[in-house]
């Protein structure tokens, strides 16, 4: 069974810096890979995702991520963060096999001051 | 952008009573549903694939008794919290899978806005 696994908890940046969330997932068969993003009292909206071709995706609002297969990783990034950013991230991943379940990371809780 | 509501979307009951939470596809049809279980602070635990016209999949240690998953109609799903207990207080989220994506490996799941359940 496919797990993902985020190793920020909580990360604080300031406006401007530069952002890069870890995701790491465990599967051995093709994967498709998300990640979600969820503002303070809203539900979860897409930010980006990962199917097959090239392994640098552009998202949503300046976020890019990149698949890198022989690590297993799908590192979310964006070049400067703003304050509107606040918010919770979600890796997750879904099995090509598995009838789209999607199974979610713990979540990384992006803090940035103004 | 497809859209999925949930109703309703925060309920208060007593312990003891049933609470069913609606999940419907508003402008598409969705043979694939899903219901996840947040707790606060946390991420979200899948607890079960409903689909369409057949009997749900559930995750271990998913009680398929307690939470009833009814798949009756492309655009609707309901979960069924049975006998809820305090324990059962949390914030329930379902996706629906767009149908017009034939096949299983490429897909895009839309997420409901989430059901705050509160068992007193």
């Known amino acids: 069974a496919q797990s993902v696994s985020q190793h920020n908890h909580h990360v604080i940046l300031s406006e401007a810096a530069s952002l890069e969330l870890g995701c790491n997932y465990s599967?051995?068969?093709?994967?498709?890979l998300f990640w979600y993003v969820q503002y303070p009292g809203q539900h979860l909206q897409l930010l980006l995702k990962?199917?097959?071709?090239?392994?640098l995706v552009k998202g949503i609002k300046g976020f890019e991520a990149e698949f890198i297969k022989s690590k297993f990783s799908f590192n979310l990034r964006k070049p400067s963060v703003q304050w509107s950013d606040t918010a919770e991230y979600f890796c997750?991943?879904?099995?090509?096999?598995?009838?789209?379940?999607?199974?979610f990371g713990s979540g990384t809780r992006l803090s940035i001051r103004p | 952008g497809a859209v999925v509501s949930q109703h309703p979307s925060w309920v208060i009951c007593k312990s003891g009573t049933s609470v069913k939470i609606e999940c419907r596809s508003l402008?598409?049809?969705?043979?694939?549903m899903f219901w996840y279980r947040q707790f606060p602070k946390q991420s979200l635990m899948l607890m079960a694939t409903s689909n369409e016209g057949s009997k749900a999949t559930y995750e271990q240690g998913v009680e398929k008794d307690k939470f009833l998953i009814n798949h009756a109609s492309l655009t609707l799903s309901t979960l069924t919290v049975t006998s809820a207990h305090p324990e059962d207080s949390s914030f329930y989220i379902c996706?629906?899978?767009?149908?017009?994506?034939?096949?299983?490996?490429?897909?895009?799941?839309?997420f409901g806005p989430g059901t705050r359940l509160t068992v007193l």
């Open positions: 402008d598409f049809q969705a043979t694939t």
């Open positions: 997750a991943v879904s099995a090509y096999s598995s009838a789209s379940k999607i199974i």
């Open positions: 599967y051995g068969g093709t994967v498709n």
């Open positions: 990962y199917f097959s071709g090239d392994p």
């Open positions: 996706s629906a899978r767009d149908r017009a994506f034939g096949t299983s490996g490429t897909d895009t799941q839309y």
